[in-house]
């Protein structure tokens, strides 16, 4: 039995899923937009990837006969200055729906709810690699600088993404 705070909770985080795939797919259009379309790619499966976090939110709760309510997803920035800029802003939200997560593992905590505790893992490794990925491709770019070849190389090597 998953209490009403934890529904709530869960319900509220695959809005916040939503929108993370909402932010890349924006990203993808506007790497797109700028030529790259390595990082235009990588965005687009990160988008992806982003609906499979919601989704499994949501037949998690859909498990526990619990129905989903989708709300609004809010609107996102449609441009960024640079492929730097892009990367540090993924770092900065990844760091942001880690904390989220741990938000709901302290929930699942106090509400002695151990099945959503057991489900959250997964996030919480997820997370782990989530934020490393977009950590490493930025630290990337930064030593680049204003590299053109540099550049070129990351995006090809970022379109390679399975
Ligand atoms: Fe769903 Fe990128 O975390």
New binding site residues.
């Given amino acids: 039995m998953i209490s009403e705070r934890m529904q709530r909770a869960i319900n509220a985080q695959i809005n ?2 939503m929108w ?2 909402y932010l ?1 797919l924006s990203m993808s259009m506007d790497a797109a937009d700028k030529g790259l379309k390595g990082i235009s790619h990588w965005y687009r499966q ?1 988008f992806a ?2 609906q499979q ?2 989704m499994k939110f949501a037949d998690y709760l859909a498990s526990h006969s619990v129905r989903v309510s989708l709300t609004a997803i809010d609107g996102v920035r449609d441009t960024w200055a640079s492929a730097e800029e892009m990367f540090a802003q993924t770092v900065e ?2 760091r942001n ?2 904390k989220m ?1 741990y938000n709901l593992c302290d929930i699942a905590t106090e509400e002695h709810d151990y099945a959503t505790m057991n489900m959250l893992t997964w ?1 919480v490794n ?2 782990i690699e ?1 934020e490393q990925t977009a950590l490493d491709i930025l630290d990337s770019l930064k030593k680049i600088g204003d590299k053109r070849v540099g550049l070129y190389m990351i995006d090809k090597e970022l379109g390679a993404r399975k």
């Fill in positions: 916040a899923e993370s795939a890349y990160q990837e982003e976090h919601a939200h990844e729906v880690t997560i996030f997820e997370q989530e």
